[in-house]
């Protein structure tokens, strides 16, 4: 599995970016898929998954801003996000995770794939 995301850039406090991962072959009715950031001096960390069966779950904080979908027939899962502060400044990877691995992943040896991360930079 290849993931290439992209999406990312600057806005102010309140505005909204959506970021896209575009997958290498079908793979979403098999695998989970998800995205992570890191932001600058912190360790990376889990934003939110969509599994293999069509459930979501996020961050605690981050559902009622950010949303996670896929679009099948692209091959992309999508992370929209709204009403974004600062504190939302990272870079973002999508991930694809592996079936019966614990979610949110637990260990390195849950994932499959990593994306090239795409960053995002939201000033007050």
């Known amino acids: 599995v290849q993931l290439q995301a992209s999406g990312g850039g600057s806005v102010q406090q309140g505005g909204s970016l959506r970021l896209s991962c575009a997958a290498s072959g079908s793979i979403f009715s098999r695998i989970n898929m998800g995205w992570y950031r890191q932001a600058p001096g912190k360790q990376r960390e889990w934003v939110a998954h969509f599994t293999a069966t069509g459930s979501t779950n996020y961050q605690v904080g981050l559902a009622g801003r950010f949303t996670i979908s896929t679009d099948g027939a692209k091959n992309t899962v999508y992370l929209q996000m709204n009403r974004l502060k600062p504190e939302d400044t990272a870079v973002y990877y999508c991930?694809?995770?592996?079936?019966?691995?614990?979610?949110?992943?637990?260990?390195?040896?849950?994932?499959?794939?990593w994306g090239q991360g795409t960053l995002v930079t939201v000033s007050s």
């Open positions: 991930v694809t995770i592996k079936l019966g691995a614990d979610l949110p992943p637990r260990s390195w040896s849950d994932f499959e794939a």
